[in-house]
């Protein structure tokens, strides 16, 4: 694929990203859909307006009806597909700063599209065969208004709501002006909780925090649960498809970790867990404790939404899956990660005990990442050479899905280039420190060696 990668087509709005280029995808969508209906939607960016109106513009020059969403969270967006059976175009940069934005593809079903569905879209937007409808029948927007109410109300019917309420939860929550300020809040407060809210008023400018939930972006947060006595806190990211936590002691939570606390809590022996080959330690203890499956595809939600269907079609149970970034599937409900319902999912359990229990389990591992940069081909070509012989000569189970890993039990250690700068990452997680340490660097020196000899 050129122009879409692993979470849709992403850029600086101006610069790489345009609305002539936005038109292009929505009239080289409409050309390949076949229905006469597509919704289109946004996050909270500054830039979302203009380009929902490319987006409908393109769309009705092919002669397709729009439903105009208004700003809502990704997940929002995508129940109203599934439930009306149309595709949507949603316009999002998830978690990057201010000046991105991008455009996400989902299907009639309510999916995100498979790489061969955005690539037959892709032919048509370079070779810019597009329908075109004749005066008489070019299509037209009406908004649709309802679209977070509705969303909201399917979450609260589909979690543990009276155990929830029982607990009389205090719950801190930033949204980080995203698409959830517009409905976390009140289903918090709806599941019974006592909601105390920052950076919870929907702005483009994200001026309270940047939109990606790390913790180095989660002080107000923290700083909210130690002042409010919250049980827990809950950030979101942009388009409110990720969900990151807090414990009550004001400690931010890594993904990895509360990712391994949904799977302990969710799981039973012979399930299939899906994650990405740079995947936690952590899923794999609570995978082997369990007795279930874990498969790891290529980095990016978009392949493990694809293994996640290969899986459905060999009959097996998926109830989990997800990257360590806070964006967690639970398939059974929707196949999309959903910021509102991880949150409370998560709140399940905080309702029998503190968040800080919860994830002590997955709290002791270390991670080491080394960066090799490279000079050309040649040197690259080397490295990956080496790193293909290192792993054929380790004890370890080998996975080359996406760059090598080499499983070793308690620890892995992984060798991948980057997609975006001139560099190969090694990354390796143990239980101790030396151990993860040692794996990475063992790894490096055998890589460095083959440039060296070059
Ligand atoms: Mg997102």
């Excluded at 810019?128 to 969303?151: I, K, M, Q």
């Excluded at 589909?158 to 698409?179: F, K, Q, S």
């Excluded at 909601?195 to 909210?224: I, K, M, W, Y």
């Excluded at 420190?433 to 790894?443: F, G, I, K, P, S």
Aim: aromatic residues 6%; hydrophobic residues 40%.
């Amino acid at each position: 694929m050129k122009l879409f990668g692993s979470s849709g087509t992403r850029g600086v709005v101006g610069e790489s990203l345009t609305p002539e280029f936005v038109l292009r995808v929505a009239k080289a969508a409409g050309t390949v859909w076949t229905g006469d209906r597509v919704a289109v939607a946004r996050d909270t960016r500054t830039t979302g307006e203009m380009f929902v109106n490319a987006a409908a513009s393109g769309l009705a020059s092919v002669g397709v009806d729009v439903d105009d969403l208004g700003v809502v969270p990704t997940p929002a967006a995508v129940r109203y597909c599934e439930n009306q059976s149309i595709p949507g175009v949603v316009i999002t940069a998830s978690h990057n700063p201010p000046e991105f934005n991008g455009v996400k593809l989902v299907g009639d079903d309510g999916i995100e599209l498979s790489v061969e569905e955005l690539e037959r879209i892709e032919d048509h937007i370079l070779t810019e065969e597009f329908d075109v409808a004749p005066w008489d029948e070019v299509g037209s927007c009406r908004s649709v208004g309802t679209v977070n109410d509705d969303y909201r109300e399917e979450l609260l019917a589909n979690v543990d709501r009276e155990a929830i309420a029982a607990a009389n939860l205090t719950v801190a929550l930033d949204p980080g002006h995203g698409a959830g300020s517009l409905v976390t809040p009140d289903f918090l407060r709806e599941l019974g909780c006592e909601v105390r809210t920052v950076n919870a008023q929907p702005d483009g400018h994200f001026p309270g925090r940047q939109s990606e939930p790390v913790p180095e972006n989660l002080g107000d947060l923290e700083r909210l649960v130690r002042a409010t006595d919250a049980d827990v806190g809950i950030a979101h990211d942009g388009d409110a498809d990720r969900a990151i936590f807090v414990d009550e002691h004001g400690q931010t939570i890594s993904g990895e970790a509360s990712l391994a606390a949904l799977a302990a809590a969710f799981l039973e022996p012979g399930d299939f867990a899906v994650s990405a080959v740079n995947v936690s330690q952590r899923l794999v203890d609570v995978c082997d404790d369990v007795g279930a499956e874990l498969e790891l595809t290529p980095i990016g939600a978009t392949n493990l939404i694809t293994r996640i269907r290969e899986l459905w079609r060999a009959g097996e149970n998926v109830p989990i899956a997800g990257e360590g970034n806070g964006g967690i599937f639970f398939p059974n409900y929707r196949l999309v990660r959903d910021g509102a319902y991880i949150a409370a999912k998560f709140l399940e359990l905080v309702a029998e005990r503190p968040a800080s229990d919860i994830v002590a389990p997955y709290q002791d591992y270390y991670n080491v990442r080394i960066n090799i940069e490279y000079d050309d081909e040649a040197e690259l070509t080397a490295m990956l050479n080496a790193a293909d012989e290192y792993a054929a000569a380790s004890d370890a189970t080998p996975n080359t899905t996406d760059g090598y890993r080499l499983d070793y039990g308690d620890a892995w250690v992984l060798v991948r280039p980057s997609g975006t700068e001139p560099k190969v990452r090694i990354y390796a997680e143990a239980h101790e420190e030396a151990r993860a340490t040692e794996l990475a660097e063992d790894a490096e020196s055998a890589l460095r060696t083959a440039v060296d000899d070059l």
